[in-house]
């Protein structure tokens, strides 16, 4: 007689926690770091979104997202050095972290579920390694220490929590849609899981109608850039 096993469907994977609503999204960024907004990373999304429109017929297959992408990562790091966080890289992936070290955010694109609040979580569109895998393993780590418990967890500073930029052009749609989310899985080179996930909305590609916003400080801004060797500890 063949034995029956019973496995567990990815159907009954815990979900993420998602705050949608636009207040609520903006009051948990506050609680993350003061410095962040929505209009923050809007803004580095419409500038990703300005590389993805400069390529032409002419450039490579993968231009457009390759250049999205590049400028998105820039414009990030740009306007948060702006207020003194610390611009740094491991093994070549880039990273922006809070003055404090207590926050980390990295840009990376994500599949069709993104930016949605949906029947499924997003994940990663392209396969990560080794750099990805580490923080991933040490967000869970936090999270299940988080849960354990919360006021040690708060007395606890030594860790960086890694959030992603998580955004996706939908060539449909014609636009782009984007989150702040916490990855705490990971498996087969691809985001897995994700404690928490903030959707911070969609912008249309219409060059025509969107702006950069000029916020710019009076004096040149100082940007901090630290050795790519940078860890988390």
Request: net charge negative; proline share 5%; with cysteine.
């Given at each position: 007689?063949?034995?029956?096993?019973?496995?567990?469907?990815n159907d009954l994977a815990r979900r993420a926690?998602?705050?949608?609503?636009?207040?609520?999204?903006?009051?948990?960024?506050?609680?993350?770091?003061?410095?962040?907004?929505?209009?923050?990373?809007?803004?580095?999304?419409?500038?990703?979104?300005?590389?993805?429109?400069?390529?032409?017929?002419?450039?490579?297959?993968?231009?457009?997202?390759?250049?999205?992408?590049?400028?998105?990562?820039?414009?990030?790091?740009?306007?948060?050095?702006?207020?003194?966080?610390?611009?740094?890289?491991?093994?070549?992936?880039?990273?922006?972290?809070?003055?404090?070290?207590?926050?980390?955010?990295?840009?990376?694109?994500?599949?069709?579920e993104t930016g949605k609040n949906g029947f499924?979580?997003?994940?990663?569109?392209?396969?990560?390694?080794?750099?990805?895998?580490?923080?991933?393993?040490?967000?869970?780590?936090?999270?299940?220490?988080?849960?354990?418990?919360?006021?040690?967890?708060?007395?606890?500073?030594?860790?960086?929590?890694?959030?992603?930029?998580?955004?996706?052009?939908?060539?449909?749609?014609?636009?782009?849609?984007?989150?702040?989310?916490?990855?705490?899985?990971?498996?087969k080179k691809k985001i897995t899981e994700w404690?928490?996930?903030?959707?911070?909305?969609?912008?249309?590609?219409?060059?025509?109608?969107?702006?950069?916003?000029?916020?710019?400080?009076?004096?040149?801004?100082?940007?901090?850039?630290?050795?790519?060797?940078?860890?988390?500890?």
């Amino acid at each position: 007689m063949r034995k029956l096993e019973l496995t567990l469907s990815n159907d009954l994977a815990r979900r993420a926690t998602i705050i949608d609503d636009p207040a609520h999204v903006e009051a948990r960024l506050q609680e993350l770091h003061p410095d962040l907004k929505t209009i923050l990373f809007r803004d580095a999304i419409i500038g990703g979104l300005g590389g993805r429109n400069e390529t032409t017929r002419a450039s490579a297959p993968t231009a457009a997202g390759v250049q999205q992408w590049l400028k998105t990562v820039e414009d990030l790091r740009t306007l948060l050095a702006t207020v003194k966080w610390h611009i740094h890289e491991q093994r070549n992936c880039p990273f922006i972290s809070s003055p404090d070290r207590a926050i980390s955010i990295v840009a990376m694109t994500g599949n069709g579920e993104t930016g949605k609040n949906g029947f499924e979580d997003p994940t990663n569109q392209a396969e990560k390694g080794a750099v990805a895998e580490n923080f991933v393993q040490k967000n869970n780590q936090l999270e299940l220490f988080n849960r354990e418990s919360i006021k040690l967890a708060k007395e606890n500073q030594k860790e960086t929590q890694v959030w992603a930029l998580l955004y996706h052009y939908d060539k449909t749609l014609n636009e782009v849609r984007f989150e702040l989310s916490l990855p705490t899985g990971f498996d087969k080179k691809k985001i897995t899981e994700w404690g928490e996930r903030l959707i911070l909305g969609s912008i249309p590609n219409n060059p025509m109608d969107f702006t950069i916003r000029k916020d710019e400080p009076n004096a040149p801004a100082t940007v901090e850039v630290e050795p790519k060797t940078g860890t988390f500890e």
